[in-house]
């Protein structure tokens, strides 16, 4: 028999077991309902279980409470009682435990930052996250294939802020070659990201770069709980949306297909997962079907958690086997409408009416459903969620530090490197661009100078040395320096100036 992940009690009296099976746990799952429910408690013991059958987690935490999974729990808690009453109740032997957790944050704050170089975020995610125009995230795909095509990386933002301008003062030739590209497009996206760098989202990019393989590690046989510390990150809910979409995209490009495993290589919960959907294009709601469809097959279980299914498409949805829904109230037609479709996804179970039920479950209690061994939903239960083993509620700074610092992690993320990427070689560029210019002009100067000394020359029989013998001269004594002339007189006019004091030297690219 496949092993399996104890989630509560259900049936009559709350005696019979309710599991989630370990072998099909990489076909997704939802938790959902009503703030206030108990979601955050079902995900603290799911992360437990798999922690416990050495499964890494990845988990998001909103509101700071999450934390406690790094500390046992204790008889002083003042919720131990009722703890075990309900634990006695679906005959569980509760023991208090901690887990090995490793704290992570983009602001680097809370947890260990965490980065993303810009090329690795790609266009599509940058489309999204600024919020873009079609035609502007045209011209953001054209600039990231100028990068590919002339050895830009692409690494931070002032590398991505550099290209564009220079792909704006190349408008012209780039439109002869990609389509149109519009100043005021590039403007715009200028504009976004000097938006997107106020609220912080330069801390996301650059490196050194996550290793996804420091996020699915295992300790003596248990695996690492991620946390994300994500109560700051929720001020810019696109960022936050994004940075996750970006990690789940990145596990299924890197890791390799491994079938039907025994258990998850991972386990990754997204949380306030309507965030991901509202008001998305259909080219990322599209990404989002594909890669829940396909990741399984690489390992990687995802479980989205939000208050209502509804937040969730369809299409997406449909990908969920593994269900725990905690209570939706139904104030307005729209959210009868809403609990009454919620209801007709579950096998009914001829116990109880399952519309009802899901109205009716009090906090700590859920409707549940899992996959059966054939990857059958099981029928609806009423379940008594487990009580944690870990502390319920958030731990104090000293601890996070004192964890922190006791971390594999700990140093290998917290500096940054800036290594030259396009920002330093288009930079680099103008200045030879703009020094090869000085000295041309230095050199015309020179001649220019030689010149009015020869002609205020006089020779034996003092006589003044005419126009046409003196450019004679100029230009037999040096081809080269005649050449360099012609170079500096072009520079000198109105275009050549502006090309070499215009932003990045712009049309001196290397060749």
Not at 101 to 113: I, S
Not at 178 to 199: D, P
Not at 246 to 266: H, I, Q, T
Request: proline share 4%; glycine share 10%; no cysteine.
């Amino acid at each position: 028999m496949s092993e399996t992940i104890f989630i509560g009690g259900g049936g009559e009296g709350y005696g019979e077991p309710q599991y989630l099976r370990l072998d099909k746990a990489n076909r997704h799952g939802l938790i959902a309902g009503a703030t206030g429910t108990g979601k955050t408690v079902t995900l603290q013991i799911m992360a437990e279980a798999f922690s416990a059958a050495g499964v890494p987690v990845f988990l998001s935490d909103v509101k700071g409470d999450l934390s406690g999974l790094a500390v046992s729990g204790s008889a002083d808690f003042k919720l131990h009682a009722p703890f075990m009453a309900r634990a006695q109740t679906i005959g569980l032997d509760l023991a208090y435990d901690s887990y090995p957790v490793t704290f992570w944050d983009l602001f680097g704050k809370q947890g260990h930052p965490i980065r993303a170089t810009v090329a690795e975020m790609g266009p599509l995610l940058l489309a999204r996250l600024m919020d873009l125009t079609d035609a502007q995230e045209g011209v953001l795909n054209v600039a990231f294939r100028v990068a590919d095509e002339d050895g830009l990386p692409l690494l931070d933002l002032k590398d991505l802020q550099a290209l564009l301008v220079w792909v704006g003062q190349n408008s012209k030739e780039l439109s002869l070659r990609y389509g149109n590209v519009a100043a005021s497009s590039v403007g715009a996206i200028q504009r976004a990201l000097l938006v997107l760098e106020n609220q912080g989202g330069s801390a996301l990019f650059g490196e050194p770069a996550l290793d996804l393989a420091d996020m699915m590690r295992t300790r003596d046989g248990r695996g690492e709980i991620n946390i994300l510390a994500a109560d700051q990150l929720m001020g810019s809910p696109r960022l936050y949306a994004t940075f996750l979409l970006w990690l789940l995209s990145e596990l299924f490009e890197e890791l390799p297909e491994v079938g039907n495993p025994d258990k998850p290589k991972l386990v990754f919960f997204f949380d306030e997962a309507h965030l991901l959907f509202d008001d998305a294009p259909k080219a990322l709601v599209d990404k989002v079907e594909q890669v829940a469809r396909l990741i399984r097959s690489k390992g990687v279980g995802v479980y989205f958690v939000t208050q209502n299914p509804a937040d969730i498409p369809d299409d997406v949805l449909g990908q969920l086997g593994n269900r725990v829904q905690h209570a939706l109230r139904a104030f307005t037609a729209k959210d009868r409408k809403e609990l009454k479709t919620a209801a007709e996804t579950y096998r009914d179970n001829p116990a109880f009416d399952t519309a009802e039920a899901i109205q009716e479950v009090g906090t700590g209690e859920a409707v549940t459903s899992f996959l059966d061994r054939k990857g059958i939903p099981e029928i609806v239960q009423r379940t008594l969620i487990r009580p944690p083993s870990s502390q319920l509620g958030p731990i104090d700074a000293a601890t996070r530090k004192f964890l922190m610092a006791e971390n594999m992690m700990a140093g290998k993320y917290d500096d940054p490197l800036d290594r030259d990427s396009a920002f330093e070689i288009l930079q680099k560029r103008a200045e030879a661009a703009a020094k090869a210019a000085e000295e041309a002009e230095a050199e015309e100067a020179r001649l220019e100078e030689q010149e009015r000394e020869f002609k205020a020359a006089r020779r034996y029989n003092g006589e003044r040395v005419g126009r046409s013998t003196s450019r004679r001269s100029s230009s037999t004594d040096s081809f080269g320096g005649a050449l360099a002339s012609a170079v500096v007189k072009e520079l000198k006019g109105t275009t050549g100036r502006r090309i070499v004091r215009g932003i990045l030297g712009g049309l001196f690219k290397g060749r």
